[in-house]
Structure formats: structure tokens, C-alpha cells
């Protein structure tokens, strides 16, 4: 059963860091692009990062960029996401997943393979 499994997430303070990763099994990472996306209370999903697969282009939407960086390690069928600054506005469940978009870095639609999601609270 292919699945996607995130983890990492926790209580961290205002200006701190934490590191998501997100292990596959079931299925080669490597052959798709991941995103990694996150929703918070009453609002909609949405996408941060994303890094294709070969040859690993990456794009970062503007709230999380110079914070956030995206990663992958093919060898160990896994993705990640490393978050600095971190402020209250960046607390929700964050979620990777995994698609073949037609083009990069694709639509929220185009990513069919989803994690459970791991919680992130950013608070004092």
C-alpha cells in the first residue's frame, strides 16, 4: 500500500526551527514531485514548497521563501522541509505529498498521494 508519512511537527516558540520529513513507502519518491502544503483552522489548504524530480527544481511561495527550504533524499525515499523564523502565523497541520503535475510545480489537484499530516504550533 503506497503511503506518504510525515513527521517532525511539535510546539516550537516564535523565531524557532523545526525540521518535516516526509518518508514514502510503497512507491519510488524519487519518480514524482513533492509538495509540501499546510492548512490551518478555517482555512484552506495551502502549497509552500515544492521540488520535482530529476532535475530537481525547486519554488517556494512568497510567505515561506528565505524561511522555508525544501529537500529530498532519494536514497532514503524521503523529503524534507526545514522551517526557520518560525511566528505564530505559520501554526497547522502541514502535509507533504506527492504528484506528476503536467507542468511545475503543478496544482493542489495534481498531488494524489498525501500524507496524514504532522501539527505545527507556533507560540510562547
Known amino acids: 500500500q503506497p503511503q506518504l508519512v510525515e513527521s517532525g511537527g511539535g510546539l516550537v516558540q516564535p523565531g524557532g526551527s523545526l525540521r518535516l520529513s516526509c518518508v514514502a513507502s510503497?512507491?519510488?519518491?524519487?519518480?514524482?514531485?513533492v509538495g509540501w502544503f499546510r492548512q490551518a483552522p478555517g482555512k484552506e489548504r495551502e502549497g509552500l514548497a515544492f521540488?520535482?524530480?530529476?532535475?530537481?527544481?525547486?519554488s517556494y511561495v512568497n510567505s515561506v521563501k528565505g524561511r522555508f527550504s525544501i529537500s529530498r533524499d532519494n536514497a532514503k525515499n524521503s523529503a524534507f522541509l526545514q522551517m526557520n523564523s518560525l511566528n505564530p502565523d505559520d501554526t497547522a497541520i502541514y502535509y507533504c505529498?506527492?504528484?506528476?503535475?503536467?507542468?511545475?510545480?503543478?496544482?493542489?489537484?495534481?498531488?494524489?498521494?498525501w500524507g496524514q499530516g504532522t501539527q505545527v504550533t507556533v507560540s510562547a
Open positions: 505529498a506527492a504528484g506528476q503535475p503536467d507542468q511545475f510545480p503543478g496544482r493542489t489537484s495534481e498531488y494524489y498521494r
Open positions: 510503497g512507491f519510488t519518491l524519487e519518480w514524482y514531485t
Open positions: 521540488i520535482s524530480s530529476t532535475p530537481g527544481m525547486i
